[in-house]
């Protein structure tokens, strides 16, 4: 993906090697969708919670992050023992900070016109970047939960080291370029903010809290699907504006949509799949929708409301 001279989003909160300050509190009914895991909401986190879990087992066996991220000081807090130490980014979560900076800003500038467009007002959120657990307006953010949108707080919450997660998960070695990939999982968290402002998200949720767990779980996936298309308009229009999407980049993002599916994560970890467990959506799915939104044209707001209204085997 083609960065260079991009500006940085002056929306990026960064938290890393601070002390989140509190044990796990109430994560439910507000949280959103991190890639391969969290989403959805009302009641879902459990089942949520253990997708990205599996992806996490997977892979075993991180202010304005601009201008002034190479200057970035040592960062105090406390390690279990009550003394100060001090934390210094590595230089690869430097150039990973600096990608997701270029990346949201990058939304921005897509989402302000597009809202525009539609006689609407887009207020972007905030990135905040921690490391392994911070507070959130929905409780306390850990890791392990993948990247999330929080929409009681309106911020996306990313630990950097999903990331080298993602990217051993991906089977990719430390010499590829995953920047589209990286770039996807923060566009699909922007496409829950989306939702918020267009109203979606809470009239899903509205309707989540009056479903049986299998129809709420099928809502859930509904949510997801659009926010893959939303991240896919988000990839239409940015590379019409920037010239971003290099060659091999749209394979890349088709690839990581494969790997989060339900389905593979759930043979991968146990030999077989549940669809009626689905929170996100199949492989199968994730590609199509992604793709969709890649092939976006002006009509962008009726097509993404087709993950609703199309009936579910149709997805």
């Not at 494969?258 to 199949?282: C, M, N, R, W």
Request: some cysteine; proline content about 2%.
């Amino acid at each position: 993906m083609r960065l260079d001279n991009r500006r940085e989003s002056s929306n990026i909160e960064d938290a890393r090697g601070q002390s989140s300050g509190g044990g796990l509190g109430n994560m439910g009914g507000n949280i959103l969708g991190g890639l391969g895991g969290l989403g959805g909401g009302g009641g879902k986190l459990g089942c949520m919670a253990i997708i990205i879990v599996l992806l996490l087992v997977m892979c075993m066996g991180g202010g304005n992050v601009g201008s002034w991220l190479q200057g970035l000081p040592n960062i105090t807090t406390m390690d279990q023992t009550g003394q100060e130490t001090e934390y210094t980014p590595t230089e690869q979560e430097e150039q990973l900070a600096e990608i997701a900076s270029k990346v949201l800003a990058g939304t921005e500038d897509v989402w302000t016109q597009r809202f525009q467009e539609i006689g609407k007002t887009y207020t972007p959120p905030t990135l905040k970047l921690y490391t392994n657990a911070t507070r959130t307006g929905c409780g306390t953010g850990q890791a392990s939960m993948g990247p999330f949108y929080c929409s009681a707080d309106k911020k996306i919450y990313i630990d950097l080291s999903f990331f080298s997660s993602m990217r051993r998960s991906l089977g990719v070695d430390a010499a590829g370029d995953l920047d589209f990939a990286y770039a996807y999982v923060i566009a699909h968290e922007v496409g829950h903010a989306v939702q918020d402002q267009l109203g979606i998200l809470g009239q899903a949720h509205q309707q989540m809290a009056q479903m049986n767990e299998k129809e709420s779980n099928n809502m859930s996936v509904r949510i997801e699907l659009q926010a893959d298309y939303l991240a896919g308009v988000w990839g239409h229009f940015d590379n019409e504006q920037f010239n971003s999407i290099e060659d091999g980049d749209i394979e890349e993002a088709i690839n990581t949509a494969e790997k989060i599916g339900d389905d593979y994560l759930q043979k991968k970890a146990q030999g077989y799949s549940v669809p009626d467990a689905f929170t996100h959506g199949t492989s199968a799915q994730r590609e199509k929708w992604l793709k969709k939104g890649l092939n976006a044209g002006s009509n962008w707001v009726q097509e993404a409301m087709q993950t609703f209204k199309l009936p579910y085997s149709q997805l």
